[in-house]
């Protein structure tokens, strides 16, 4: 058969296919219930015992943090007798996919896993998770222990739902030698700083743009920002609100970019980061995980934390790991181990912040060893300020029309207050 | 014919028989009883709930209903676009490499059938480097010989030449080979007889080899309908389905409804309403060709 047919087939056949993966590949008994070959399982060193309580845990982190999730792991493991954590890491496009079908079959179900913060509300209204304070208590650990956004954000009902391992704030990074050819010492901080700095940094004859919009993602990151700082809210309790004044004025501060000539039109998806690697972009807003592929490229840049754009308060969007533990898990004992691990870990997190993560563990945020790491602690500098996506059931879907409207917006094919209005309708229709 | 020998034959079926079934048959027919079910992903308890999640994707005003045709309206106008090209492009360079000496020949149709070997995130990789509108190879070209950039990706109807062209060079070689097979079946007595009749190239390609290659060419055309409704990563990877929502296909909203939105009993319905299009379209296609072969 051809691989346009097996592709066609496997495409079509997708939607009908996972809810079959969900009792087939899970009933098989394989101990790899996920019917995904990829998932890397952790054999661990010094599991002598037999005895040893066993826990099952569950992560996305299949890019360049595996190896450094996988440490914390193994050095757990050999630390203690004991428990035992079994560490399995799912792909990170998958992820969520694999953990629906987990958990609504409850074969293979992990014991612990890492959800991000802003995912914990659906879930936790879902009926899957189950609170961990009794659990943390137990071992030890004080909610107040941790960055207070993540805290607040999963905890429902007075009953805390998550312990929270990092938080990726949208950051700024910036091209150094562009910015010393400019004359710029420091990276702005307000909006009029910044409208200087970047027509000073654009150079027509170069070819250099002082800021490169993006149209695209990570506007996913950018947008909230803009408008939270800007007083305005996606979401006003009852109602998508991002054609208000303050929105749709951050649409046209984006889009002036464009018209200014201090980004280029038409960026593609990418175009932005395309263009910074190669020196022609002074600065782009994006998220931590673009530390490394900077350090590989060789990149002069810096990083500050995200400039208050908006006239009302400083805010940033942020994403955030946090380990959860779904209700089904009942055993003292695999609880008792989840809470020593959780333990080891929220004092131990040093090794995950040297992934390029900042850490939310206020001890190790606290420690010299992490103040030294300049790149983290800066992004740790805007943790006050940190904001998560609105907690609305279903907020992907109903938000996913604003994300074309923007790119709409920003390539000028609609005008500003027209594109967030349409997004609205838009929107409204998936609310329900 | 035997007992024996029915048996040897149907054990030789028998394994396809059981893929067939396991992977193909049991799927489609789950996915049935699941769009006939309230099948939130999370949940234990997945009520039946008959025809309703059909009955609001054909409701004019819900979300269901703008999500499927917003995106079946999109994905139909790939199809329009692309099969066409996909027919002619790839009947096109099988003659032209039928016509090359044979001794690079087999080199050529190698070249032009490598991209098909590639993931799709290869191919959007590739792609997104060359039509980049500010950095890009193809814009880079342009602006040497003096001629303003392209927004490719960004703007209609470039979207659209880009997508189709992503998936012409991608997915090519397979027509190709099967038009040069196809060719290849071209009795040589045939053209003889046509080149004493004193018939021109165009007339001996348009009574010769069109009627004898039609099987392949229906073949072609079916499998490359198919494949087009089928479009998901050229525009999932290349523009998001962007400018706005212009390239947005039917299956990442059909995907978004699964596992954004976990719905997956309404997703299911929208794939079996989509498989159930194609087979009439691809039944009507069946019905129109062999009308003119029996003609």
Redo the contacts between chains.
């Keep these: 058969m ?4 097996r ?3 496997s ?10 993966l969900a009792t087939a590949c899970s009933g098989n008994g394989n101990g790899n219930g996920n019917g995904s070959g990829s998932a890397a399982e952790n054999q661990s060193s010094g599991g002598g015992s037999g005895k040893a309580t066993e826990i099952l845990f569950w992560s996305p982190f299949s890019g360049s943090d595996g190896p450094f999730m996988k440490k914390i792991v193994d050095q757990y493991n050999s630390s203690q007798d004991a428990y035992k954590v079994k560490f399995v890491i799912q792909p990170n496009g998958e992820y ?2 694999q953990l ?2 987990a ?2 079959t ?1 074969k293979e179900r992990p014991d612990l896993m890492i959800m991000h913060v802003d995912s914990v509300p659906t ?1 936790q209204s ?1 009926d ?1 998770l189950q609170p961990v304070d009794d659990l943390a208590s137990q071992a030890g650990i004080n909610a107040a222990d941790f960055a207070e956004a993540p805290i607040k954000y999963a905890t429902i009902d007075s009953k805390l739902y998550t312990i929270p391992l990092d938080i990726h704030p949208a950051v700024m990074y910036y091209n150094k030698d562009l910015f010393e050819q400019a004359g710029i010492s420091a990276p702005p901080t307000n909006r009029a700083e910044f409208d200087a700095a970047v027509e000073k940094l654009t150079n027509k004859d170069k070819g250099v743009y002082g800021y ?1 919009v993006p ?3 990570p506007q996913q990151f950018i947008f909230p920002s803009l408008v939270w700082q800007n007083g305005g809210e996606l979401w006003n309790g009852s109602d998508v609100a991002y054609n208000s004044p303050e929105a749709v004025e951050m649409v046209q501060w984006l889009r002036d970019m464009v018209e200014k000539g201090i980004s ?8 932005e980061n ?2 910074f690697l ?1 020196g ?1 972009n002074a600065i782009q807003f994006n998220g931590p995980w673009m530390k490394s592929q900077f350090d590989e490229a060789g990149l002069n840049y810096g990083v500050a934390v995200m400039p208050q754009i908006g006239k009302a308060k400083k805010a940033v969007y942020a994403g955030s790991h946090g380990f959860v533990v779904p209700k089904a898990v009942t055993d003292a004992d695999k609880l008792a181990a989840i809470g020593d691990f959780l333990k080891f870990v929220s004092g131990d997190s040093l090794a995950w912040a040297e992934s390029g993560q900042a850490v939310a563990s206020n001890k190790v945020l606290e420690s010299p060893e992490f103040k030294a790491l300049e790149f983290q602690s800066t992004v740790a500098g805007s943790f006050a300020d940190v904001q998560f996506a609105p907690n609305v059931l ?1 907020w ?2 109903i938000v ?2 604003l ?3 923007l ?2 917006a920003i ?1 000028g ?2 005008p500003a207050q027209q594109a967030m209005d349409d997004a609205v309708a ?1 929107s409204r ?2 609310m ?1 | 014919m035997k007992w024996t020998s029915r048996l040897t034959s149907f054990l030789f079926v028998l394994p396809y028989l059981a893929c067939f079934g396991l992977f ?1 048959l ?3 027919l ?2 049935v009883v ?1 769009s006939l079910q309230d ?6 308890e997945h009520a039946f709930v008959g025809l309703s999640n059909y009955i609001s994707i054909l409701t004019p005003g ?2 269901e209903n ?1 999500l499927f045709f917003r995106g079946l309206w999109t994905t139909a106008q790939f199809v329009l676009y692309s099969v066409p090209l996909l027919i002619f492009v790839a009947l096109a360079l099988a003659m032209l490499l039928n016509a090359l000496p044979a001794r690079v020949r087999g080199l050529f149709r190698t070249f032009y059938f490598l991209p ?1 070997a590639l993931s799709a995130s290869v191919m959007a990789v590739i792609w ?2 060359m ?5 890009g190879f193809i814009n880079s070209l342009l602006a040497r010989l003096g001629f303003a ?1 392209i ?5 209609t109807p470039w979207a659209w030449v880009s997508l189709i062209g992503a998936t012409i060079w991608w ?1 090519i070689g ?1 027509n190709m080979i099967i038009f040069i097979n196809a060719l290849n079946e071209v009795p040589e007595e045939q053209y003889e007889a046509a080149s004493i009749d004193g018939a021109g190239a165009w007339s001996k390609f348009v009574s010769v080899t069109l009627p004898t290659i039609r099987p392949v060419m229906l073949f072609v055309m079916i ?1 490359s309908t ?2 087009s ?2 479009i ?1 990563a050229q525009p999932f990877l ?8 212009t390239t ?1 296909v039917l ?1 990442i909203n ?9 719905d ?1 009993g309404s ?2 319905a ?3 309403l ?2 159930l299009l194609i087979m009439a379209v691809s039944v009507v296609q069946f019905k129109l060709t062999n009308r003119k072969e029996k003609a």
């Design positions: 051809s691989k346009r047919n592709k066609k087939a495409i079509l056949a997708m939607t009908l296919m996972v809810p079959l969520y996919k629906d079908v958990l609504s409850g879930y879902k899957q490169v149209t695209l993602w280029p039109g038409n960026v593609q998806q990418d175009g395309t263009l190669q022609k279903n992907g879907t996913e029309p994300w074309g409207e790119s709409n390539l094919k609609k838009k229709q998936a329900k | 193909l049991f799927p489609i789950y996915g699941i099948f939130e992903l999370l949940s234990s819900t979300y703008s098909y997104l480097m039509l980049d509108t500010n950095a950039g927004p490719w990706l960004t703007d997915t397979f499998t198919i494949a409704f089928n998901y290349l523009t998001r389905g962007g400018p706005g929502d947005r299956l059909v995907l978004d409804q699964a596992f954004a939105r976990k997956v997703a299911s929208m794939a079996i989509m498989a």
